[in-house]
């Protein structure tokens, strides 16, 4: 079992930044690709980002490609989402999840990932 407990989000202004934390717990996530996802009041949960087991490798959406950066700290079992320029359109409940699968392939797909934390609401006030 894998526990995701996201974190760092809030309220801030346009333009303004935010980072959230992943942090896992019960199994390590080292061999696994780490995406974030979002959800906004009556859409549909959409890809964000996703990294690949060592960092080496990102994939964004392109809402937010150039404005966000994902990262990992494997030592600390736990994952970022830097967000930057922040935009109204970008309010929404964050999500992480880890891949099913081991290996360094990015994933976009919900159903690609098999653990998901509860997810941390952030909203831009414009």
């Known amino acids: 079992q894998v526990q995701l407990v996201e974190s760092g989000g809030g309220l801030v202004q346009a333009g303004g930044s935010l980072r959230l934390s992943c942090a896992a717990s019960?199994?390590?996530?080292?061999?696994?690709?780490m995406g974030w996802f979002r959800q906004a009041p009556g859409k549909e949960r959409e890809f964000v980002a996703c990294?690949?087991?060592?960092?080496?490798?990102?994939s964004y959406a392109d809402s937010v490609k150039g404005r966000f950066t994902t990262s990992r700290d494997n030592a600390k079992n736990t994952v970022y989402l830097q967000m930057n320029s922040l935009k109204p359109e970008d309010t929404a409940v964050y999500y992480c999840a880890k891949s099913r699968l081991y290996g360094s392939t990015l994933y976009r797909a919900i159903g690609d990932f098999d653990y998901w934390g509860q997810g941390t609401q952030v909203t831009v006030s414009s």
């Open positions: 990294i690949n087991w060592n960092g080496a490798t990102t």
């Open positions: 019960g199994r390590t996530l080292n061999n696994f690709s």
